[in-house]
């Protein structure tokens, strides 16, 4: 009979498997550990950053476009980017939320980027102060400003802040986290 064809020498000839050096935690320890995280969490917080930085992103988006004098669409993805970030450092969310709250936040900073471009627009070509226009937005001035400038691309970039924000807001949670969670010395 011929050896290749037998089960046994096949099962012989196969190398053993070698352990593998990773822990490996319980259930137990997976949920208390995941209950440690949540108690760590700050939505609040983590929104009030995502608020500030998405305005701070708003303010480089219009003065990029300003100095420019063209709209970069990518400063979206900065903006995404930055607010994720921001959401994540101070809210450490593992929940969804975090993420919703980053998504909405960059939109919130690219929509708010384009107002202010446009209004600096709109009292450059009117010789008024930029301050006067400012002033005088409101929710209606606001829609039709954006929509007047409308361009499918902004589609994009508008969907691309959104999805950086959401990816970025979220806990990254490193060993020693898992460590410190699990009540193991470092």
């Not at 994540?88 to 708010?112: E, H, N, P």
């Not at 384009?114 to 409101?138: E, P, R």
């Amino acid at each position: 009979m011929n050896d290749d064809l037998n089960p046994e020498a096949l099962e012989e000839s196969q190398p053993e498997a070698q352990p593998v050096d990773e822990p490996v935690i319980s259930d137990h320890q997976a949920q208390m550990a995941f209950e440690t995280f949540q108690s760590q969490q700050n939505l609040v917080m983590g929104s009030l950053t995502g608020l500030i930085a998405s305005v701070v992103g708003a303010g480089a988006w219009a003065a990029v476009t300003i100095l420019t004098d063209y709209q970069i669409g990518f400063m979206a993805v900065g903006i995404g980017i930055l607010v994720g970030f921001a959401v994540r450092y101070t809210g450490k969310g593992i929940d969804q939320s975090f993420g919703i709250v980053a998504g909405v936040m960059s939109l919130l900073g690219c929509v708010l980027g384009n107002v202010l471009y446009i209004s600096y627009f709109v009292a450059d070509n009117q010789d008024v102060a930029y301050t006067a226009v400012i002033s005088q937005l409101n929710f209606a001035i606001m829609t039709e400003m954006l929509s007047a400038t409308f361009s499918p691309i902004d589609v994009l970039f508008y969907a691309l802040a959104v999805y950086f924000g959401y990816k970025y807001a979220f806990r990254q949670i490193t060993e020693q986290d898992l460590n410190r969670a699990l009540g193991k010395a470092m």
